[in-house]
């Protein structure tokens, strides 16, 4: 039964927009991992990919963005720092970040 005060519910589902931007976040997630972003770099390129889409439509993407890299990091022992920092650098290398300009990438 539904009741008057129930929530509209998104759905995970993305556009074609918003998957780019998920994959642009997943990205910054990956640089930010790897240490390669300060504080203010995390906030400014994270605020530039989600700042695009309008009310909701963010948090759909940084929650699909999440769950990208938490799939990239699957079967990789958390302790295992190498393995991690490879995995990262390999992702970030791909065609998958190759939209990122020199400017936001910091090796």
């Not at 759905?11 to 918003?18: K, R, S, Y």
């Not at 994270?46 to 999440?66: I, M, R």
Request: charged share 20%; net charge negative.
């Amino acid at each position: 039964m539904l009741t008057s005060f129930a929530q509209p519910v998104l759905a995970l589902a993305l556009g074609p927009d918003e998957f780019a931007a998920a994959r642009r976040l997943t990205c910054v997630l990956a640089q930010d991992s790897l240490g390669y972003l300060s504080e203010n770099d995390y906030a400014e390129l994270t605020d530039e990919v989600l700042g695009e889409l309008e009310g909701a439509s963010g948090d759909v993407v940084y929650a699909k963005a999440l769950g990208y890299f938490d799939g990239l990091m699957f079967g990789i022992s958390e302790q295992d720092d190498q393995a991690v920092a490879r995995r990262l650098r390999s992702y970030l290398d791909s065609h998958a970040c190759s939209s990122l300009s020199a400017v936001q990438f910091r090796s």
